[in-house]
């Protein structure tokens, strides 16, 4: 999970700047209105919402604006239409990138997308050019303080989870799609903080980027996450720690 792992360490430095400015609210209200939609309103019953609400509740969203997004998700608050697009596409030195977006405006959406591409390196490309690089997966992230390697196995182990990894100051742990919540659920019973729980894309095979080619991905992940329509973009490239952080900072 080279790639994603390194750039989400990044992003959960950027949280708190991503969070002054409303746009993780935003995310995550788009990303439970389209579950309960879809599985109704109700979190036990629903393992999409449940997560999302998990999710949101994580960066401190509040209870009330959860709640107003289920209601506009089962249709008992009038709101705007949302539809789930994933969009495919290469970025400099032929990185796959896979989207996920939530849009009120499929127009204004591919439009904004392809725009972003093209300015950095980039181009949009047709569906299923990439989809098969990326395996669906779990991924859990718990403080790697105080948890050393021997602990984390045997907890990975009783949870039920498939592996695991340290990546700076955390325990990334990987499970089969379907087991997230239950490995989670394992895991806070045992005292264990979770700092988040989501289902993401890894790669398969990874390209490596280095230069000016590593500047431009980067820049490229920052405004394609920084438009409100995308939920999540998972990428297959591999960039060298010092560089990856120099370029982060």
Known sequence: MAGHSKWANIKRRKAVVDQQRGKVFTRHAREIITAARQGGGDPD????????????????????????????????????????????????????????????????????????????????????????????????????????????????????????????DVWEIVTAPTELFNVREALEKKGVPVESADLVRVPQNTVKLEGKQAESMIRLMEALEDQDDVQRVSANFDIPDDILQALGD
């Open 45 to 168: 019953a629903n393992v999409r919402l449940r997560s999302a609400v998990t999710a949101a509740k994580a960066v401190n969203m509040p209870n009330a604006n959860i709640e107003k997004a289920i209601k506009r998700g089962t249709g008992e608050i009038e709101g705007a239409a949302f539809e789930e697009i994933s969009y495919e596409g290469y970025g400099p030195g032929g990185v796959a990138l896979f989207l996920d977006v939530v849009t009120d405006n499929r127009n204004r959406t591919v439009a904004e997308i392809r725009h972003t591409l093209s300015k950095h390196n980039g181009s949009l490309g047709e569906n299923g050019c990439v989809a098969w690089m990326f395996e669906q997966k779990g991924n859990i992230v718990i403080p790697a303080d105080g948890l050393g390697e021997d602990a984390v196995m045997e907890l990975v182990v009783d949870a039920g989870a498939d592996d695991f990894s340290r990546e700076g």
